[in-house]
């Protein structure tokens, strides 16, 4: 039993680390309390398991694909995916009301990673990624300012700090909580951009 308990700390703790990394590419992240920190990453993975909680009963399913396809969300598979140094796996595209779907990048994905089933794990977990996006575009959602965090603060004047990447957060939060998986999505990013810069230098 003790070892199924550190086995989920560990995950946990890992999870933790990637949203930390994600969020720390925005120097204003460094501007709050390491508690403040911890606090908002917190508060990420509370709301997008809570969102994906509130999709699954108003669906009746846990299935992305077939989420998607209930909201009138056109999938759409391109090879446009890597572009010099930049390198997406999908995209939401609001005004089109489309998710697209990388093959290039996931393909470069799949040929290092020997796992079953891969490719359709993987298309589930960007479209439920990119439908958090859209959930988010429709209910007129600003995440960043939602989950603002108090730089400095004086009487009733204060400084708020607001990070974009608090979107990308919750959108993993939410792809995990709906697909119900142990290990963060935010694994295949590093995944694929290890895979990816190291081949460049290849």
């Not at 003790?2 to 560990?10: H, I, M, P, R, Y």
């Not at 796996?89 to 290039?104: H, L, T």
């Not at 794990?121 to 603002?148: A, D, G, N, Q």
Request: glycine fraction near 4%.
């Amino acid at each position: 039993m003790g070892s199924e308990e550190n086995t989920v700390s560990l995950d946990e703790r890992n999870r933790v680390v990637l949203a930390y990394l994600c969020l720390s590419r925005d120097r204003k992240f460094f501007k709050v309390s390491e508690a403040q920190r911890l606090k908002l990453i917190d508060s990420l993975f509370s709301f997008g398991a809570q969102v994906a909680e509130e999709v699954k009963k108003e669906f009746g399913t846990d299935d992305p694909r077939r989420i998607v396809e209930m909201m009138g969300l056109k999938v759409v598979g391109e090879d446009r995916g890597i572009r010099g140094t930049l390198l997406k796996r999908s995209e939401y595209r609001p005004a089109r009301k489309e998710i697209a779907i990388y093959r290039d990048s996931l393909n470069q994905l799949m040929k290092e990673v020997a796992a079953e089933d891969l490719s359709d794990k993987l298309i589930k977990l960007l479209l439920s990624h990119e439908l958090f996006h859209h959930i988010e575009h429709t209910r007129r959602l600003s995440i960043p300012k939602m989950f603002k965090m108090t730089w400095f603060k004086l009487g009733p004047l204060s400084l708020n700090v607001k990070i974009a990447a608090t979107s990308e957060v919750a959108a993993h939060a939410f792809a995990q909580a709906l697909l119900n998986i142990e290990h963060s999505p935010m694994v295949f990013d590093y995944l694929t951009y290890i895979f990816y810069t190291s081949r460049a230098k290849g």
